[in-house]
C-alpha cells in the first residue's frame, strides 16, 4: 500500500486541500484528480470562493487568497502569520507588528484591503454578523460587527465564536 497523500482536510466548495508526500499543499476535486498542484506550505479550505494559501518561497510565511483554478487573487502583500477563511465577505489575517513584537489580528475585504484595522490579540471568522475578538490592553474578549465596532464590549475571559445557528460554540 502506498498512499499519495500525507494529509487530507474536509471537502469545501467541492475541493478538499492535501498535503502530498512532498510536504506541500494542493486541492483534489471528489473524484481525487488533483486540480491545484501542491505548491504551498500552508492551505485552508475554500469559502466564499477563496482559499487562504501560505507562499514560504523566501522564508517569510506569507499567506494570500487562491481561487478555484489556483489563480492569485489576493497577493501576499503582508506578512500574515496566519489567515482564516473568508466568513461573510472578510477574513482575519495577522500582522506582526514590530512596535509590539507580536502578530496582531485585523481583517481584509475579497480586494485585499484593510476593513478592520490590525488592533486585536486574537480574531474568529464572523456569523451571523458577529465576530469574536480579544483586546490587546486588557486582554478580554467581546463581539464586534462588521465595521469594526464592538457590539458586546469585551468583559469576558473567554469566549467562543458563533456557528450557524447563532450560538456560542
Not at 53 to 77: A, C, L
Not at 132 to 152: H, S
Amino acid at each position: 500500500y502506498n498512499p499519495q497523500f500525507r494529509d487530507v482536510k474536509k471537502f469545501s466548495e467541492g475541493l478538499a486541500v492535501v498535503r502530498f508526500k512532498n510536504k506541500k499543499w494542493g486541492f483534489i476535486d471528489k473524484s481525487g484528480e488533483i486540480i491545484i498542484p501542491p505548491k504551498y506550505d500552508n492551505a485552508r479550505s475554500f469559502s466564499e470562493g477563496l482559499a487562504a494559501v501560505q507562499f514560504d518561497e523566501r522564508k517569510d510565511n506569507m499567506w494570500g487568497f487562491i481561487d478555484k483554478s489556483g489563480e492569485i487573487i489576493i497577493p501576499p502583500k503582508y506578512k500574515y502569520d496566519n489567515a482564516q477563511s473568508f466568513s461573510e465577505g472578510l477574513a482575519a489575517v495577522t500582522h506582526y507588528d514590530r512596535y509590539y513584537r507580536e502578530a496582531i489580528w485585523g481583517y481584509i475585504d475579497r480586494e485585499g484591503k484593510i476593513a478592520i484595522p490590525f488592533e486585536f490579540y486574537h480574531a474568529s471568522p464572523f456569523s451571523k454578523g458577529l465576530a469574536m475578538v480579544q483586546e490587546k490592553k486588557n486582554g478580554l474578549c467581546g463581539y464586534i460587527g462588521k465595521k469594526g465596532v464592538f457590539v458586546i464590549e469585551p468583559q469576558f475571559f473567554s469566549c467562543k465564536s458563533f456557528d450557524d445557528s447563532g450560538e456560542a460554540f
